[in-house]
């Protein structure tokens, strides 16, 4: 495994705004508290209306809103700071991690989805393509700051959906939106024997999931190319996977997106798509906060894409025994299951 030793600083940093996360995260109980005695109205617009005179400028809910705000804007900050004090001490681990039996297939000439390009996901200043990003976002901001706040925990949530496949084998598995290849290792723990290969559009998170497979001897196959174009042959698949990638996409490349992974499985094959929680699983106090919590924290397309009945879209495909639920009692990871046909 990597030797990282951040500085003080950057440490405390970043401990500094995890704590103040979950001190917001307490405050938004109190603010939920009140709301649940309010009787909410269908429409959203007018939804967020009313909530927003009803608590007014109550110091809970102005509290929480800018803390959650400032954290959502400077967490990315923090943590990039945090690795650019001891990028000196990693170049070596990084020269030598490029080493090994995964290598990555760049595409100088990539062709980026105007959904994506200059988008700041998750308000990450040069979203995805920033230099190291991969490694920030892969080994500080998610085990040090969000795995720290959200419930349950974040990397057996990875590992859970896989259970939903009923024990069934798979050898050939195309992972959608490898990211920094925190669900590509739960892959290949599950399927040890798989040839596991791995689609992301971003250079820097595919570099990371490239130190994270090699420093375990992993052979992965790591291609830059976009989740709906992937340029692979029909039929090349028996597992198409992905692990929350269909909120960072409107509808349109959602569906094209499932019309792929429809041509690269085999007869036979599966999808196993887990994502969050549609609005149509909400409540009318959940789907608010929801909505609400995707303006602060730079999710340009999440109302859209929750907005989908993703077993249907795969059915409208051609899937078929295509299932949509979720897990937990929060409903999260929120799975789609379904095959194509033999």
């Known amino acids: 495994m990597m030797d990282i030793n951040l500085k003080q600083r950057g440490r405390s940093s970043i ?25 909410l109205v269908d ?118 959906v896989l259970g939903e496949l009923g024990g069934r084998k798979f050898e050939r598995i195309l992972e959608m939106g490898t990211s920094s290849g925190h669900y590509t290792l739960q892959l290949a723990a599950e399927y040890p024997q798989a040839a596991i290969t791995g689609i992301e559009l971003g250079l820097p998170m595919l570099e990371q999931a490239q130190r994270f497979a090699n420093e375990r001897g992993l052979s992965w196959r790591l291609i830059q190319a976009p989740a709906e174009k992937t340029g692979l042959p029909d039929a090349s698949f028996d597992l198409v996977t992905s692990y929350i990638l269909l909120h960072e996409l409107p509808a349109s490349a959602n569906k094209a997106v499932f019309e792929e992974a429809y041509r690269l499985l085999e007869p036979g094959g599966a999808i196993l798509m887990a994502d969050v929680r549609p609005f149509r699983d909400m409540t009318r106090l959940e789907e608010w906060q929801a909505i609400d919590m995707t303006k602060r924290g730079g999710e340009p397309y999440w109302v859209e894409a929750a907005s989908l009945d993703l077993a249907k879209l795969a059915s409208n495909i051609g899937f078929v025994n295509a299932k949509s639920y979720g897990l937990g009692e929060r409903g999260y990871p929120w799975v789609t299951i379904a095959y194509k046909p033999e």
């Open 43 to 160: 429409d959203i617009d007018a939804r967020d209306k009313q909530v927003k005179e009803f608590l007014g400028d109550s110091n809970p809910n102005w509290f929480s809103r800018q803390i959650s705000k400032w954290c959502s804007v400077t967490h990315g900050v923090i943590t990039g700071d945090a690795f650019a004090e001891i990028q000196p001490e990693l170049e070596s681990q990084f020269n030598e991690l490029r080493k090994g039996p995964t290598q990555i297939e760049a595409n100088p000439n990539c062709e980026y989805p105007d959904y994506w390009t200059g988008v700041d996901f998750h308000r990450t200043t040069g979203g995805w393509v920033r230099e190291n990003q991969g490694f920030i976002h892969g080994e500080l901001i998610h085990p040090l700051y969000v795995g720290k706040n959200y419930p349950g925990n974040i990397f057996q949530q990875r590992r859970d």
């Open 15 to 39: 401990d500094f705004a995890a704590d103040l996360t979950g001190s917001a995260g307490s405050l938004a109980k109190s603010v939920n508290t009140r709301l649940s005695r309010l009787s």
